[in-house]
């Protein structure tokens, strides 16, 4: 019930909302050192690693549906910050018509 109703207000079809696509690009390649604006830092801790995105505050509560951690950084290196400076690739997902580029780190080990 509540994806029928996540599908319905995102405006997204059926099909489209069950597609989840997930790209990693090449190590080095760090898309979120810094934001421009509209977009601004976020990050998330999740599963042992912390991700770090760019993305457009308007669609916050959409991004935290599928991220309940997702949090407003306060500098622009808030997973180094935490304890969690080994970068580990940058990865894009897509689902639900949200499109998202993270810098992922982990704790050195």
Not at 5 to 26: C, D, E, N, V
Not at 83 to 102: D, M, Q, R
Request: glycine share 6%.
């Amino acid at each position: 019930m509540i994806r029928i109703l996540l599908i319905a207000l995102l405006g997204l079809t059926a099909a489209s909302a069950f597609q989840l696509s997930i790209s990693r690009q090449i190590l080095g390649d760090k898309c979120c050192t810094s934001c421009s604006l509209p977009l601004i830092k976020y990050f998330s801790l999740s599963n042992h690693r912390c991700g770090e995105a760019c993305l457009d505050p308007k669609d916050y509560v959409k991004y935290k549906i599928f991220e309940p951690g997702l949090t407003k950084a306060e500098t622009n290196s808030p997973c180094p910050d935490r304890n969690y400076p080994v970068y580990n690739g940058t990865y894009t997902h897509e689902a639900l018509g949200l499109k998202g580029t993270f810098d992922m780190y982990l704790h050195p080990q």
